[in-house]
């Protein structure tokens, strides 16, 4: 008779140290300790993100993985994928792992700083011109490491303001228009025509990122044949590991960079979509469509763009189950601790930069922001540029200030 309540009792004191582990472990995650409000806030952009994925993925599904921060997004078992890989001939698979928090970090990261490469950035940094600056130059290697300055610089020249031209939020609504044959079935244009600043990304043999409206007149001296490995301006190389690669990432990157809301066209097949072309190329070997589709999906699930194709034509389309702006920063909050991001856990615009360098007077960039939440920004920043630095440097920020 009292065997099975002694069994009972120690099945209930295994199951609560098994919890107590488990919390145990993952708040020290990454080695950096957490609150259980961190805790929380990451259950809740995983669950979220899960019923996101389900109502708005067409046929995808989000599974919850081994921790709050894993998630695996699932395509219907009947899902007919066409890529194989070049090397073993296997077919692309159905479902991939996603880490929202390394993705909440990062994208929060490209949110508020600059992505654009500046003469300020190469020079801040410790031996930038011989250690860095080349590396961005097609074939320069040739160019014995930029111990000629003055030839490296004339090789940028088009592409390498002195300062970031743009600032964080400095636009409202931004589109960005890629290549899937979708544009060719469906009537966007004018839709498209509405944003206030339009990014088109367009893979052809000559790669180019071509604006509308204020953008454009800038940039449209810098569309040229000019020997640079990056499109129009350069992009810093912020890591996203190798959960998403493409010229189309960096645009999509850029525009998050400087506007207040991005959405996407011309990027993404959907699931049940029938038209596999691209537009203006032919496909590429390694290009993976049903990995690039879901990491799109979990950029929407993480409230960064809206996606526009022939299945989700409403341009009122409602995201549902989207991240409120709330939610996502407790988990970028939480996300910086597990990763040991520097500055994690304090508060203030400088608290992340792990290289602060102060600018010439006379270099101070000259800003024409009229939009709230842009001057909201440098309010906050106290003039401060922050350029994220790749994982090889360190991670974290190099701040610019401003030598008043």
């Known amino acids: 008779m009292r065997v099975l309540p002694l069994a009972l009792a120690a099945a209930i004191f295994s199951g609560v140290t098994a919890i107590l582990v488990y919390l145990s472990g993952l708040s020290s995650y990454g080695g950096a300790r957490v609150s ?88 801040a940094l410790p031996n930038g011109w011989e250690d860095y600056a080349w590396r961005r130059i097609n074939k320069g290697i040739h160019l014995n490491k930029c111990q000629n300055r003055t030839l490296c610089m004339e090789k940028l020249s088009l592409v390498l303001p002195e300062t970031p031209p743009y600032v964080p939020r400095q636009f409202g609504r931004c589109a960005v228009v890629g290549n899937s044959g979708d544009l060719l079935k469906t009537k966007f244009g004018d839709e498209i025509d509405s944003y206030d600043v339009v990014i088109r990304e367009n893979e052809t043999k000559k790669e180019a990122l071509i604006v509308k409206t204020t953008i454009h007149d800038i940039m449209n001296q810098m569309i040229r044949e000019i020997p640079i490995t990056n499109p129009v301006y350069l992009m810093l190389g912020t890591s996203f590991g190798s959960s998403a690669k493409g010229t189309g990432l960096k645009a999509l990157e850029f525009a998050l960079s400087m506007c207040d809301s991005v959405d996407m066209y011309g990027f993404t097949v959907d699931p049940g979509y ?131």
């Not at 995983?46 to 921060?69: H, M, R, T, W």
């Open 36 to 123: 259980d409000a961190d805790l929380a806030a990451l259950g809740a952009l995983q669950s979220g993100f899960s019923k996101c994925v389900d109502a708005n993925g067409l046929g995808l599904k989000a599974i919850p993985g081994e921790d709050y921060c894993r998630v695996v997004i699932q395509y219907p078992s009947d899902t007919d994928s066409k890529w194989k890989d070049p090397k073993t001939g296997e077919p692309e698979g159905l479902s991939f792992e996603f880490n929202l928090c390394e993705a909440v970090a990062s994208w929060e990261q490209v949110r508020n700083s600059t992505t654009i490469l500046t003469k300020e950035y190469i020079d």
């Open 274 to 404: 029938k038209e596999w072309t691209r537009y203006f190329s032919e496909s590429r070997k390694g290009h993976t469509p049903l990995h690039g589709r879901a990491y799109y999906q979990m950029m929407e699930c993480l409230g960064l763009v809206k996606i526009h194709s022939p299945m989700r034509g409403d341009p009122g389309r409602v995201v549902k189950w989207a991240p409120t702006k709330d939610t996502i920063k407790a988990a970028r909050v939480a996300s910086d601790k597990l990763l040991k991001r520097p500055g994690a856990g304090s508060e203030g615009p400088l608290s992340s930069c792990t290289m602060i360098k102060k600018r010439e007077k006379g270099k101070i960039p000259k800003r024409s922001v009229v939009r709230h939440a842009a001057l909201k920004h440098l309010e906050y920043m106290r003039g401060a540029t922050r350029y994220p630095l790749e994982r090889n440097a360190g991670g974290g920020y190099l701040c610019m200030i401003d030598d008043r």
